[in-house]
């Protein structure tokens, strides 16, 4: 990748639960997800609904971060849920299980409340997908949930979305909405170990300047 640095400064870092100093203790040690103090303050009430959810919506966190980024109002994350829910972005199976994030109803979704464009690269290498960073776009990949222990051997490609927002012609920043510090937010890995946990799918989230 011959592109020169691009690194978008100030975008917030959320987790999917609560707190970000929670996440060790509900990842590494099966901590009750409501002993956060904070867990409520995504917009869940009910205990039950946000320990099944909070720990499936890493796209949604990545969403909130690059809407708060561009400064594009929209509802708390539990609201968020309802909508991606009623336009068909997760979708519940028999088994009690959720098929989800799924990526053009996403896009659809979006486009439409938010006014973004999302374009959808079901098969890419990620140094393409860092390629489309520029002044006005971020973008969500898919990757192993262990990529926050990069320095382990890992078992598995995708299940998990993080939020890049930058790249050089090594690697790439990110925010993990599930990671542990010091590999949470602002993380940066290069290309050869992000290919270890890189599912070869993302999406590139654009604003709309107008």
């Known amino acids: 990748m011959n592109q020169p640095t691009l690194r978008h400064a100030d975008v917030p870092y959320y987790t999917q639960w609560g707190s970000p100093e929670w996440v060790r203790h509900i990842v590494e040690q099966q901590g009750d997800p409501c002993d956060d103090p904070h867990w409520q303050r995504s917009g869940f009430a009910d205990p039950e609904r946000y320990r099944f959810w909070a720990k499936r919506l890493c796209g949604l966190t990545c969403l909130e971060s690059a809407l708060d980024y ?5 509802a708390p ?3 968020l849920l309802d909508e991606a829910l009623r336009h068909g972005v997760y979708r519940m199976r028999e088994d009690g299980g959720v098929d989800g994030l799924i990526y053009r109803p996403f896009a659809e979704w979006t486009a439409g409340a938010f006014g973004i464009q999302v374009e959808v690269l079901p098969q890419a290498p990620l140094e393409e997908i860092a390629a489309h960073l520029n002044a006005d776009t971020l973008a969500i990949v898919s990757v192993s949930p262990e990529i926050r222990y990069p320095e382990r051997p890992n078992q598995r490609h995708g299940g998990h979305l993080i939020l890049l927002h930058g790249r050089d012609r090594h690697g790439v920043w990110f925010h993990n909405p599930s990671g542990i510090a010091p ?3 602002n993380v940066y890995l290069p290309f050869a170990t992000m290919a270890r946990f890189y599912a070869g799918r993302g999406m590139v989230l654009g604003r709309i300047v107008r």
């Open 70 to 74: 561009w400064r594009i109002g929209h």
């Open 77 to 79: 994350r539990a609201a």
């Open 183 to 185: 590999h949470q937010a």
